[in-house]
């Protein structure tokens, strides 16, 4: 009974101390999961350029239009806060660069929408995204907006034609800016943001509805993606809900690197009736290239490629 029990214990400490070693492999390849950055797709000298269907929510309806997508690694000076363009200041950090373009008609008149955000692939010493700026030109007028981030907070730059907001220049004490989740999403999905989280809403959302330029409460998630609405490969989504804004954003992303998006929702009330409808843009077309070159005349045929209007 005795030699039995000692084998017992033998074996009961053996599978202990095996189970704790596969735990702590488990934890340093979770941990390493967490803090790897999928590189060798951005670092091939070309950009990702998606196009999207895009169903826009303004005014009182949803307008069809367009989206144009393009990620694209670059050498970023984090003190002035541009594209290192002369390499001659040592002030520089890799950055990925996301930037988003929306065209769509509402009615008679046409909306065009950018928004920039420049996110360094050193998460660890760069934890934030750096830059982001974003503008809406229309008929009316152009509104143009920048976040600037530095010791440990945002300035927020704003110009509007609007006499309520005209210029003017805020500070957002931290918080995580929503144009840069879309760069972090595409480096490593399990470096977003999770739990309750102050976010910047993206800026363009932020003029469409006027809103101040602060940070919001939020709940953040992943997991796998069920709905029908999107198509890609083991799919999951990345929600944010924001209470006091009475919005819901959904983006569905491919759980395999290079964490292709293949389409987003976002449902907020219109600052015109305050009815909730929602934003959709759904992936055609992707491609890597070298958009930078392709500028002559002779490249024009590329754009039927992409289906660009």
């Known amino acids: 009974m005795i030699r039995k029990s000692i084998h017992h214990l033998v074996i009961m400490i053996t599978l202990a101390h095996t189970g704790c070693v596969q735990s702590q492999q488990s934890n340093t390849q979770s941990m390493k999961s967490k803090n790897e950055i999928e590189s060798s ?3 091939d000298g070309k950009a990702e350029v998606a196009v999207y269907h895009l169903e826009q929510n303004r005014y009182k309806d949803i307008n069809e239009g367009q989206l144009l997508s393009i990620f694209v690694t670059e050498d970023f000076l984090y003190d002035k806060q541009v594209k290192n363009d002369h390499y001659r200041s040592e002030k520089s950090t890799a950055v990925l660069k996301n930037i988003q373009t929306r065209k769509f008609p509402t009615g008679l008149y046409d909306y065009s929408m950018f928004s920039s955000a420049f996110t360094p692939l050193d998460r660890q010493t760069y934890p934030k ?3 982001v700026s974003g503008s809406i030109q229309e008929w009316c007028g152009t509104t143009y ?3 600037n981030y530095k010791n440990g907070a945002y300035t927020s730059t ?19 800016t929503e144009d840069g989740l879309y760069n972090v999403l595409r480096m490593n999905p399990d470096m977003l943001p999770t739990g309750e989280i102050d976010l ?3 800026i363009n959302v932020l003029r469409l509805k006027h809103l101040e330029s602060k940070a919001y409460k939020s709940i953040a998630a992943v997991s796998s993606y069920e709905g029908q609405e999107f198509q890609g490969k083991d799919l999951k989504v990345y929600r944010i809900s924001t209470p006091d804004l009475r919005r819901e954003l959904q983006i569905v992303f491919e759980a395999d690197a290079p964490y292709s998006i293949v389409g987003w929702t976002d449902s907020y009330p219109s600052a015109f009736d305050q009815q909730i409808r929602t934003t959709k843009a759904t992936l055609k077309k992707v491609d890597r290239i ?7 005349l002779q490249d024009e045929s590329m754009r039927q490629e992409f289906g660009l209007k």
């Open 158 to 176: 704003l110009h509007s034609y609007f006499e309520s907001e005209a210029d003017r220049t805020d500070k957002i004490q931290d918080g995580y």
């Open 200 to 202: 910047i809403p993206t």
């Open 41 to 43: 797709y951005w670092n």
């Open 290 to 296: 070298a958009y930078w070159k392709l500028n002559s």
């Open 129 to 131: 995204t750096l830059k």
């Open 145 to 147: 907006t920048q976040l």
